[in-house]
Nanobody, 117 residues
Framework: VQLVESGGGSVQAGGSLILSCAASGYIGSSYCMAWFRQSPGKEREGVAGIDNEGITYYADYVKGRFTISQDNAKNTLYPQSNSLKTEDTAVYYC?????????????WGQGTQVTVS
């Protein structure tokens, strides 16, 4: 499984970004996809996830501001983030998880930096 994130960059507070995650290899129909982030000095944390039925999970700190979606082939994952805050500054990773209830990734990409100022 290979996951490649893109779309990061610098944005002013209140702005928006659309990240993408291109997946290749055998993802597995029983797996789900999710986004994580890690800020300097903090542990990696779950941001959002989506299962095969389109059911989504959002961490409390992004609810109402982030929207996760994926295409039918599970090739690309999109979290759209609106109303970004400075505390959203982090490296964002997409990952494969067995459940959006547990949000424990077994694969993730190299990450893409998001800086909100």
């Amino acid at each position: 499984v290979q996951l490649v994130e893109s779309g990061g960059g610098s944005v002013q507070a209140g702005g928006s970004l659309i990240l993408s995650c291109a997946a290749s290899g055998y993802i597995g129909s029983s797996y789900c996809m999710a986004w994580f982030r890690q800020s300097p000095g903090k542990e990696r944390e779950g941001v959002a996830g989506i299962d095969n039925e389109g059911i989504t999970y959002y961490a409390d700190y992004v609810k109402g501001r982030f929207t996760i979606s994926q295409d039918n082939a599970k090739n690309t994952l999109y979290p759209q983030s609106n109303s970004l805050k400075t505390e959203d500054t982090a490296v964002y990773y997409c990952g494969r998880v067995s459940s959006i209830a547990t949000m424990l990734p077994d694969y993730w990409g190299q990450g893409t930096q998001v800086t909100v100022s």
